[in-house]
């Protein structure tokens, strides 16, 4: 009976009713004057080098950098591009900091659009061998995080049957994922802040947004849909002017064929109050900033550095080659040791 319902509501993905459900919005689009700041605490004395890794916004389908500038920070630095995914960084580096703390500054600004894809299942072509050749690395079985283990193919399998049809079996994930397992703004008792996980997300009933979503590009790639992570921040009307810490948000995309990727932010599309899964489920609104693609960074190059960064939320730091705390520590009486505030005007 679940998988019948499961179904029945991927029939939703029409296009019949998501105009009923106001789900496809005509593009819109927005400027945005950011200015970002990050913050590295918790130096020892003593340190001899710190090498620092900022996260910084590019160009990507839905995004425009129009202009960006480094505000002078505490020590040389240069623009990198990690060669895996092509996401750029601010890359700093600080010798004998004598500083418990340092910061860095950019600002910029990004024209970013809307997105809504009206997903007709009867239009979806199926994943063929160039695909898989093609999309290797978005159909990985072994990624850090978002492995595919006996619980998550069985998890995929059971929701899907014998349906094979690329879009109505994301559709059948997508709400899987949102019916099983809540974000922590909807269930307070699951993990608000953690390196993001399938497993464990299936295992605690949820948690935060890396989380949702890993479980989902896990389900996917089960199904051999190729499925991949992005991460960035939203840029929230409440907060036009103030600085404020945006927090981060990640979403997913993931490839039907004759549609391309199509993005997905599971937990706005299980909002309460908000427009709907059919709106999330196939697309994103202006209102968010891009930052990089995918998970397993290689940051190597440096003195310091020779391992892949898992997890890039804010940045990653080294100091005198031990890596920063991204996310506080597993007591929680140690907070992350890299924070970022935004400060932002808009304009149409």
Same mark, same amino acid.
Not at 176 to 195: F, L
């Given at each position: 009976m679940k998988l019948l319902a499961l179904?029945?509501?991927?029939m939703a993905f029409g296009p019949a009713a998501l105009a009923a459900d106001d789900a496809v919005a005509k593009p819109t689009s927005a400027t945005f004057h950011v200015r970002q700041s990050t913050v590295l605490s918790d130096i020892p004395p003593g340190t001899k080098l710190v090498e620092w890794w900022i996260a910084i916004p590019g160009d990507s389908?839905?995004?425009?950098?129009? *202009?960006? &500038?480094v505000v002078p920070g505490p020590g040389a630095w240069r623009i990198v591009t990690e060669p895996e995914h092509g996401? &750029?960084? $601010?890359?700093?580096?600080?010798?004998?900091? &004598?500083?418990?703390? $340092?910061?860095?500054?950019?600002?910029?600004t990004v024209r970013r659009e809307s997105t809504a894809v009206e997903v007709?299942?009867?239009?979806?072509?199926?994943?063929? *061998?160039?695909?898989?050749?093609?999309?290797a690395d978005e159909l990985r079985r072994d990624a850090p995080h978002m492995r595919v283990d006996d619980a998550i193919q069985?998890?995929?399998? !059971?929701?899907?049957?014998? !349906?094979?049809?690329?879009?109505?079996?994301a +559709?059948?994930?997508?709400?899987?994922?949102?019916? +099983?397992?809540?974000?922590?703004?909807?269930?307070?008792?699951?993990?608000?802040?953690?390196?993001?996980?399938?497993?464990?997300? $299936? !295992?605690q009933g949820g948690g935060c947004c890396t989380d949702l979503h890993s479980l989902f590009i896990a389900l996917a790639r089960a199904r051999g849909i190729p499925a991949r992570l992005q991460v960035g921040y939203r840029l929230r009307e409440a907060n036009v002017g103030k !600085?404020?810490?945006?927090?981060? &948000?990640?979403?997913?995309?993931?490839?039907?064929?004759?549609?391309?990727?199509?993005?997905?932010?599971?937990?706005?599309?299980?909002?309460?109050?908000?427009?709907?899964?059919? +709106?999330?489920?196939?697309?994103?609104?202006?209102r968010r900033v891009w930052l990089n693609q995918g998970r397993g960074f290689d940051l190597a190059g440096s003195a310091a550095t020779a391992r892949r960064v898992d997890t890039m939320v804010v940045g990653h730091a080294e100091i005198d080659g031990e890596p920063a705390r991204v996310l506080p520590d597993a007591t929680g009486q140690r907070p992350a040791q890299i924070t970022r505030t935004v400060h932002f005007t808009a304009s149409r």
């Open positions: 179904l029945a509501a991927s389908r839905y995004q425009d950098i129009l *202009d960006f &500038r996401n &750029r960084f $601010l890359y700093v580096e600080v010798a004998d900091p &004598r500083t418990g703390s $340092l910061s860095a500054t950019v600002e910029f007709d299942p009867a239009m979806a072509g199926p994943i063929t *061998d160039s695909h898989r050749r093609i999309f069985r998890m995929a399998d !059971e929701t899907c049957g014998g !349906e094979d049809n690329v879009a109505t079996q +559709r059948l994930l997508l709400d899987a994922v949102a019916d +099983r397992v809540n974000h922590y703004s909807i269930d307070p008792s699951v993990p608000k802040c953690s390196p993001g996980d399938a497993e464990a997300c $299936l !295992e !600085e404020v810490d945006p927090g981060y &948000r990640c979403w997913a995309e993931y490839f039907v064929p004759a549609y391309g990727w199509i993005p997905t932010d599971i937990v706005e599309a299980d909002d309460p109050d908000g427009p709907g899964r059919a +709106r999330w489920f196939s697309g994103l609104t202006e």
